[in-house]
């Protein structure tokens, strides 16, 4: 079966094409489905998947605006879709320029034939800081936790388990092309105030868990430093880089500039 319980009503699907995942939520009177994965066909293998489980009305929730999580929704358009308010500014612009700059990059990619096709569909309900779905007897808490991998970032937290989107990556580095690396440590400083001893669920690679999230909190907190002390000195972003790079190998080269030439950005209060 595609999805796997994790927590009890807590199903996730670490769907193999960019290791996404997405998660289900099952309630006494609805179900509430994170994310939508990246093309027409993804997504209505997620929802057969989904009706699979179960046949409870869905809500659908978008972690962030990039394309490998919410642009299935049209696939889910007769349900209420739920996303951070920058989230819903991004996915309002016009499709074909959206689906266009995907493609110009991953197009040639295996399973994502199909870019192309995609009618981004923008979420129907924008949440600012906090909101509460009620899916019977649970409920379903939508947090944004300040910028972090993305201007809109929102997790989900229901009982102790944790959807975090991609603000935590497990399996590949965290990725910055729009993100905010100042800010980021501090995103997942109150993202571990809302985890327990539960499962955290990343936006790909396998479940985690909250020491996970620390030791991540703490590779960021080292780039955020890293940068500010560079930037203060003069330094060049490719000299920044390397030092970036030796203090946090796993970084990689290619991230490790586009982290430091954000946090340049993020600096310059251009954003
Ligand atoms: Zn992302």
Redesign the pocket.
């Known amino acids: 079966m595609a999805f796997r319980e994790i927590a009890p009503g807590v199903l996730v699907w670490r769907y193999p094409v960019l290791d996404v995942n997405v998660t289900l939520i099952l309630g006494g009177t609805g179900a509430v489905l994170v994310d939508t994965l990246s093309t027409p066909r993804q997504a209505a293998e997620l929802e057969v998947a989904v009706r699979t489980v179960t046949d409870l009305p869905l809500t659908v929730v978008n972690t ?1 605006a ?1 394309f ?2 919410c642009f299935g929704n049209a696939s889910f358009a007769n349900c209420d879709i739920w996303a951070h308010e920058a989230t819903a500014n991004r996915l309002a612009e016009n499709s074909e320029t959206l689906t266009h700059r995907v493609y110009e990059r991953w197009g040639s990619t295996p399973g994502l034939d199909g870019l192309l096709d995609v009618v981004v569909t923008p979420p129907t309900h924008q949440v600012r800081t906090s909101h509460t779905l009620d899916i019977g007897d649970r409920a379903v808490h939508l947090r944004h936790l300040g910028l972090g ?2 201007p809109g970032d929102l997790v989900v937290v229901v009982d102790d388990a944790v959807v975090a ?2 603000i935590v990556e497990e399996g590949a580095p965290p ?1 910055f ?1 729009d993100a905010y690396p100042l800010s980021w440590p501090d995103a997942l400083a109150a993202l571990l105030e809302l985890c327990g001893d539960g499962p955290v669920v990343p ?1 790909h690679g396998d479940v985690v868990n909250r020491e996970f999230v620390e030791r991540q909190r703490k590779d960021l907190a080292t780039l955020d430093w890293t940068i500010r002390e560079g930037h203060a000195d003069g330094a060049d972003v490719s000299a920044i880089a390397e030092l970036a790079l030796s203090r946090w190998p796993e970084l990689g080269a290619a991230s490790a500039l586009e982290a430091v030439s954000r946090g340049f950005v993020e600096l310059s209060g251009r954003s």
Request: charged share 25%; hydrophobic share 10%.
């Open positions: 962030h990039h490998d999580h991998h993305s989107g991609d990725a092309d936006g």
